[in-house]
């Protein structure tokens, strides 16, 4: 069974950094992309970074310039460095990856149970 595990959120004012880290364990080939999303109360889920096997990332233009995605592959591990952190900012952060249980085309998406980030004014 693959496990996604987050750590690294918490409170912090306007202006601070936090760094989020996922970590990937259990019973897998590999890892395609994996990605962050985020979603805050009355708002939909919205992806926030997400980078390849190769190391190539995205960025939702809401973040762009203050959050830098980046991963370890033989670690399985993802963190997301944030910065210049926002009010709006706020919200519960997911890590997201797509598995690959054994060798083949075929990948499963699986979700760690998130993270709490509360940037106050």
């Known amino acids: 069974q693959v496990q996604l595990v987050e750590s690294g959120g918490g409170s912090v004012q306007s202006g601070g950094s936090l760094t989020l880290s996922c970590a990937a364990s259990?019973?897998?080939?590999?890892?395609?992309?994996m990605a962050w999303y985020r979603h805050a109360p009355g708002k939909q889920r919205e992806l926030v970074a997400s980078i390849s096997a190769g190391g190539n990332a995205d960025y939702s233009d809401s973040v762009k310039g203050r959050f830098t995605v980046s991963r370890d592959n033989p670690k399985n591990t993802m963190s997301l460095q944030m910065n210049s952190l926002r009010p709006e900012d706020t919200a519960v952060y997911y890590c997201?990856?797509?598995?690959?249980?054994?060798?083949?085309?075929?990948?499963?998406?699986?979700w760690g149970k998130g993270t709490q980030v509360t940037v106050s004014s």
């Open positions: 259990g019973s897998f080939s590999s890892i395609d992309a």
């Open positions: 997201n990856a797509e598995v690959h249980l054994v060798a083949g085309p075929f990948h499963y998406d699986y």
